[in-house]
């Protein structure tokens, strides 16, 4: 029997354990869905200093903290315990035991019977725990981000309470107030032109406008008058002067998107255009401009398949951002969903269908699962994929989340993020394990052979083996007929008691007995 630890003590450094780079580490808890959906987003830190007691997680501790605005709470749900998961550390992993009597938990893919170890690297890449059936919380060891400082509106509606996402605003912020060129790198869909968008409107340049180019969709015949226009005759079909990109943006900013696809021979235009602020239109005369480009690309900048020169990229990248992918901040999710979703849902005039504190807790329970597994997917198209899971949910659903069949193929699929519960725990040998550890391990789970295999990393073949070898334990196959007669006569039938006493699964035993056809309770 697990003992009930109070919700004040703390946990060993995992830290200092962990040591080096490491030193400037957080745990943290953040609220990936709840009931109050307000409360998503919302951050505990898994206390870190050193000592030998457990820390508990529960329904009322530790309190989950969101902007300055917002008093701290717990969890306050009722489906969660009072006293869930126990956390401590041995060695260089981190144990999560559930209490005996605790509401269920899942922690990955795994349902948690009893304890589970996780590794630094699992800590990492962050581990989803879900608590009953409606709280989901991601448990993650991340780098310490920036400090908070007051930002722009602009910036502030970058969404993510992450550090990373901090970092990314206070980056965005300082790059606003300098007047420099900017280029903007990350994945497909990471957000490029939201974040060139906040550049503009958190600058002095807010005022003036901000053209958008694509310029993978430029012909490159067309480019040059695109970008600085052309005069009346300058060509066949040319009968009047156009004003090109580069003098619709006049005092405002100009964004070149995919500025990777630039066709070679534009790229020294380009180049003289950053270095002078001045363009020549086509068969016209040549004129300063004043012009903030801010130019982004997800293609690579090196190697033999880049197309962009390096005197354009290093002209353009006197300010380089660049954004995480969002498996890199995957604490975000919960919120950029429910942002997602509620978007989506008042386009289709479908706001009832969203959750809220008072929805019934078979609604809840749907939307903490979609919630679930939707945070353990690796996000390949990154936001822009996110967008699009949340419109065909919306879309789908009726009165509780359902995921279409080309969503429910996706997260199936081989992009689906891998980690869970069993990944992160090493395959060791079952020699390895000396006796205590593998006594605690049966004890603990009950001499359930699945559950004893999954807590110490090995197979449960391997239990099994260890178990016919033991002189202390056996199979239930293994207890005659009249052993068990006897124990089930001593305690009124009841196998749980029986399974007890003969160190055995409570399962196999019942199996066993139905097999003798012996009466039990």
Same mark, same amino acid.
């Given at each position: 029997?697990?003992?009930?630890?109070?919700?004040?003590?703390?946990?060993?450094?995992?830290?200092?354990?962990? &040591?080096? $780079?490491?030193?400037?580490?957080?745990?943290?808890?953040?609220?990936?869905?709840?009931?109050?959906?307000?409360?998503?987003?919302?951050?505990?830190?898994?206390?870190?200093?050193?000592?030998?007691?457990?820390?508990?997680?529960?329904?009322?501790?530790?309190?989950?903290?969101?902007?300055?605005?917002?008093?701290?709470?717990?969890?306050?749900?009722?489906?969660?315990?009072?006293?869930?998961?126990?956390?401590?550390?041995?060695?260089?992993?981190?144990?999560? +035991?559930?209490?005996?009597?605790?509401?269920?938990?899942?922690?990955?893919?795994?349902?948690?019977?009893?304890?589970?170890?996780?590794?630094?690297?699992?800590?990492?890449?962050?581990?989803?725990?879900?608590?009953?059936?409606?709280?989901?919380?991601?448990?993650? #060891?991340?780098?310490?981000?920036?400090?908070?400082?007051?930002?722009?509106?602009?910036?502030?509606?970058?969404?993510?309470?992450?550090? +990373?996402? /901090?970092?990314?605003?206070?980056?965005?912020?300082?790059?606003?107030?300098?007047?420099?060129?900017?280029?903007?790198?990350?994945?497909? &869909?990471?957000?490029?032109?939201?974040?060139?968008?906040?550049?503009?409107?958190?600058?002095?340049?807010?005022?003036? %406008?901000?053209?958008?180019?694509?310029?993978?969709?430029?012909?490159?015949?067309?480019?040059?008058?695109?970008?600085? &226009?052309?005069?009346?005759?300058?060509?066949?079909? $040319?009968?009047?002067?156009?004003?090109?990109?580069?003098?619709?943006?006049?005092?405002?900013?100009?964004?070149?998107?995919?500025?990777?696809?630039?066709?070679?021979?534009?790229?020294?235009?380009?180049?003289?255009?950053? /270095?002078?602020?001045?363009?020549?239109?086509?068969?016209? %005369?040549?004129?300063?401009?004043?012009?903030?480009?801010?130019?982004?690309?997800? *293609? *690579? #900048?090196?190697?033999?398949?880049?197309?962009?020169?390096?005197?354009?990229?290093?002209?353009?990248?006197?300010?380089?951002?660049?954004?995480?992918?969002?498996?890199?901040?995957?604490?975000?999710?919960?919120?950029?969903?429910?942002?997602?979703?509620?978007?989506?849902? *008042?386009?289709?005039?479908?706001?009832?269908?969203?959750?809220?504190?008072?929805?019934?807790?078979?609604?809840?329970?749907?939307?903490?699962? #979609?919630?679930?597994?939707?945070?353990?997917?690796?996000?390949?198209?990154?936001?822009?994929?996110?967008?699009?899971?949340?419109?065909?949910?919306?879309?789908?659903? /009726?009165?509780?989340?359902?995921?279409?069949?080309?969503?429910?193929?996706?997260?199936?699929?081989?992009?689906?993020?891998?980690?869970?519960?069993?990944?992160?725990?090493?395959?060791?040998?079952?020699?390895?394990?000396?006796?205590?550890?593998?006594?605690?391990?049966?004890?603990?789970?009950?001499?359930?052979?699945?559950?004893?295999?999954?807590?110490?990393?090995?197979?449960?073949?391997?239990?099994?083996?260890?178990?016919?070898?033991?002189?202390?334990?056996? #199979?239930?196959?293994?207890?005659?007929?009249? /052993?068990?007669?006897?124990?089930?006569?001593?305690?009124? &039938?009841?196998?749980?008691?029986? $399974?007890?006493?003969?160190?055995?699964?409570?399962?196999?035993?019942?199996?066993?007995?139905?097999?003798?056809?012996?009466?039990?309770?």
């Amino acid at each position: 029997m697990m003992r009930r630890a109070g919700t004040d003590l703390t946990l060993p450094s995992i830290v200092a354990a962990l &040591g080096g $780079a490491h030193a400037k580490s957080d745990l943290v808890l953040t609220i990936i869905f709840h009931a109050d959906t307000a409360r998503i987003g919302h951050k505990a830190m898994v206390p870190l200093r050193s000592g030998d007691a457990p820390w508990v997680l529960g329904r009322y501790s530790p309190q989950f903290t969101g902007t300055c605005e917002q008093m701290p709470a717990g969890l306050d749900d009722v489906y969660v315990s009072r006293s869930a998961l126990q956390f401590h550390y041995q060695g260089k992993r981190l144990m999560i +035991c559930r209490f005996d009597t605790a509401s269920r938990c899942r922690v990955g893919s795994a349902e948690l019977h009893s304890s589970v170890e996780l590794s630094r690297e699992t800590l990492f890449e962050g581990i989803p725990l879900m608590l009953g059936h409606s709280i989901v919380l991601l448990l993650r #060891l991340t780098k310490r981000g920036a400090a908070r400082h007051q930002i722009s509106a602009h910036c502030a509606s970058l969404r993510g309470q992450s550090d +990373c996402m /901090e970092t990314l605003r206070q980056q965005v912020a300082r790059t606003a107030r300098s007047d420099l060129d900017v280029l903007i790198r990350g994945e497909t &869909g990471t957000g490029k032109e939201l974040i060139a968008t906040a550049i503009h409107q958190s600058s002095e340049r807010a005022s003036g %406008p901000m053209v958008r180019v694509n310029m993978a969709a430029i012909p490159s015949a067309l480019a040059v008058s695109a970008l600085f &226009g052309s005069a009346r005759g300058a060509f066949t079909g $040319a009968d009047r002067t156009t004003s090109g990109y580069f003098e619709q943006a006049e005092g405002g900013s100009l964004f070149l998107d995919e500025i990777g696809d630039v066709a070679l021979d534009v790229q020294p235009l380009l180049l003289r255009v950053l /270095e002078q602020r001045e363009i020549q239109t086509v068969g016209g %005369p040549i004129r300063r401009v004043n012009v903030r480009v801010i130019a982004a690309t997800d *293609a *690579a #900048l090196a190697g033999k398949d880049c197309q962009l020169k390096g005197a354009l990229r290093h002209r353009l990248g006197a300010c380089e951002i660049t954004l995480p992918a969002l498996h890199e901040h995957p604490e975000d999710m919960g919120e950029l969903l429910l942002h997602f979703l509620q978007c989506s849902a *008042a386009e289709a005039k479908r706001t009832e269908l969203l959750p809220h504190a008072q929805s019934p807790a078979r609604d809840i329970a749907a939307w903490a699962i #979609l919630f679930f597994r939707l945070v353990r997917y690796s996000w390949p198209g990154n936001v822009r994929e996110l967008i699009n899971f949340a419109q065909q949910i919306v879309l789908a659903s /009726e009165n509780i989340p359902v995921l279409n069949e080309n969503l429910q193929l996706t997260l199936s699929s081989k992009t689906a993020n891998a980690q869970s519960a069993e990944g992160s725990l090493s395959r060791r040998k079952i020699h390895d394990i000396d006796d205590e550890t593998f006594d605690q391990a049966m004890v603990s789970n009950g001499s359930e052979a699945s559950r004893v295999a999954l807590q110490l990393g090995v197979s449960r073949g391997a239990v099994y083996r260890r178990i016919k070898r033991s002189s202390r334990y056996r #199979l239930a196959t293994e207890i005659s007929p009249g /052993e068990l007669q006897r124990e089930l006569t001593r305690h009124g &039938g009841d196998s749980r008691i029986v $399974a007890k006493q003969l160190q055995v699964s409570v399962n196999s035993l019942r199996c066993h007995l139905r097999n003798l056809r012996l009466f039990y309770t």
